[in-house]
């Protein structure tokens, strides 16, 4: 549950400091600070979903295929989470990539492979990317609902 309470509190922050900035007028706080950080090419999402009746076996299944083959064969993928919540009737996906190319690899193989069964198992509530997607990766995803929230600096360890 303290994983779930602290991805929603990274979106809550992320999505108020875009907020922030729409209000003062501004869409960029600091352009030189996400230039020169380590991760200025790092595109990640949060994905909130609902788990389809009599689906969570299948999903918890499908999450372990995945986590392999991804963990063994995408090295630009950094992170790849998926968490339920307590009533086990959503499901979160926080993914982070190291460019928009790794992205983009990943999606692809994604839609080859798991991207029918997966859509069977759950439907998206919300699909919210950040960082700084290339326009390839915004078409790409723009498919399944995503919305953009660009960038305004931060680090990476």
Same mark, same amino acid.
């Given at each position: 549950?303290?994983?779930?309470?602290?991805?929603?509190?990274?979106?809550?922050?992320?999505?108020?400091?875009?907020?922030?900035? =729409?209000?003062?007028?501004? +869409?960029?706080?600091?352009?030189?600070?996400?230039?020169?950080?380590?991760?200025? /090419?790092?595109?990640?999402?949060?994905?909130?979903?609902?788990?389809?009746?009599?689906?969570?076996?299948?999903?918890?299944?499908?999450?372990? =295929?995945?986590?392999?083959?991804? @963990?063994?064969?995408?090295?630009?993928?950094?992170?790849?989470?998926?968490?339920?919540?307590?009533?086990?009737?959503?499901?979160?996906?926080?993914?982070?990539?190291?460019?928009?190319?790794?992205?983009?690899?990943? +999606?692809?193989?994604?839609?080859?492979?798991?991207?029918?069964?997966?859509?069977?198992?759950? =439907?998206?509530?919300?699909?919210?990317?950040?960082?700084?997607?290339?326009?390839?990766?915004?078409? /790409?995803?723009?498919?399944?609902?995503? =919305?953009?929230?660009?960038?305004?600096?931060?680090?990476? @360890?």
């Amino acid at each position: 549950m303290n994983k779930n309470l602290n991805l929603m509190s990274v979106a809550l922050v992320a999505l108020l400091i875009c907020f922030v900035s =729409e209000v003062n007028g501004t +869409t960029n706080l600091n352009d030189d600070a996400v230039s020169k950080s380590k991760n200025a /090419n790092h595109v990640y999402w949060i994905i909130t979903t609902s788990i389809k009746d009599g689906e969570l076996k299948n999903l918890k299944a499908l999450n372990a =295929e995945m986590v392999k083959a991804t @963990r063994d064969n995408e090295q630009g993928t950094l992170s790849y989470e998926w968490s339920i919540s307590a009533d086990q009737k959503t499901c979160f996906f926080f993914e982070r990539y190291a460019d928009s190319k790794a992205l983009l690899i990943h +999606t692809k193989k994604f839609k080859e492979k798991y991207a029918e069964r997966m859509m069977s198992m759950i =439907e998206i509530k919300s699909f919210q990317v950040f960082g700084n997607p290339t326009d390839e990766v915004k078409k /790409n995803l723009s498919a399944f609902g995503a =919305e953009f929230n660009q960038s305004i600096g931060g680090f990476a @360890r």
